[in-house]
């Protein structure tokens, strides 16, 4: 169960025939996305578990879940985007019902990241899943 911004993405996957590619787009989602202010990079919006600096801070609107984030790594603030249109606009019970691996794993991203990047992408994960799990 994803967003249709995340189909958008699964469907710019398909026509990219390398891993190389995939990985540049990853980078562009997160040159596109804007910079986090620096006022909301503390430490309750820092994710621990993460090789590079992540802060995720969440929002939560009449139910609806949405954050905005942040990392040092180009690789890492594109994971963000990445999750940002996987998650953002889905109400609580649905940002739960969400199988992150395998929604990430249909953009092939489970077999090409380092596992200092994985752990980093799981930890973010929790994070989203423990702050909606929170407000429901």
């Known amino acids: 169960m994803a967003s249709a911004a995340f189909e958008e993405i699964v469907e710019d996957f398909e026509f990219f025939e390398d891993w190389e590619d ?21 430490p309750a919006t820092k994710v621990d578990g993460c090789a590079s600096q992540v802060w995720l801070h969440p929002q939560i609107e009449n139910g609806v879940f949405h954050f905005e984030g942040d990392s040092d790594a180009m690789i890492v603030k594109g994971l963000i985007a990445v ?13 739960l019902a969400v199988d ?4 990430m794993g249909r953009l092939g991203l489970n077999d090409h990241l380092s596992a200092q990047r994985s752990n980093g992408l799981r930890a973010m994960i929790e994070r989203i899943r423990d702050t909606a799990a929170a407000q429901v």
């Open 22 to 42: 995939r990985y540049r787009h990853v980078i562009e989602q997160g040159k596109a996305m804007p910079p986090l202010d620096e006022a909301l990079k503390v």
């Open 83 to 95: 999750l940002r249109k996987l998650y953002n606009g889905l109400t609580l019970k649905e940002v």
């Open 100 to 103: 992150a691996r395998a929604e």
